[in-house]
């Protein structure tokens, strides 16, 4: 699965798009394991993504969110789910 965070494929064409798809994941704060939920998130996204027969997943962006009290921070990933020319 494609992923970028550019609204577009240079040397691709985007043929339909998909559909916003939405994916998160959230973990105690610590520098070790936040990169571990950025990969869940991702993945569960490129797997949203594939059941939706896309391509590629363009204009992905990353957020978080930080529960001070708990110390869980929340991630979430989006992005436009697409089908390119073949």
Do not use: W
């Amino acid at each position: 699965m494609i992923t970028t965070t550019t609204q577009t494929l240079q040397g691709r064409e985007i043929s339909e798009y998909l559909g916003v798809l939405y994916a998160f994941d959230s973990t105690q704060y610590s520098d070790r394991s936040a990169p571990n939920a950025i990969a869940r998130a991702m993945a569960q996204l490129e797997e949203l993504a594939a059941q939706r027969g896309a391509d590629a997943v363009v204009d992905v962006k990353h957020q978080y969110d930080r529960d001070e009290k708990s110390g869980t921070v929340y991630f979430v990933v989006r992005g436009t789910a697409v089908t390119l020319k073949k």
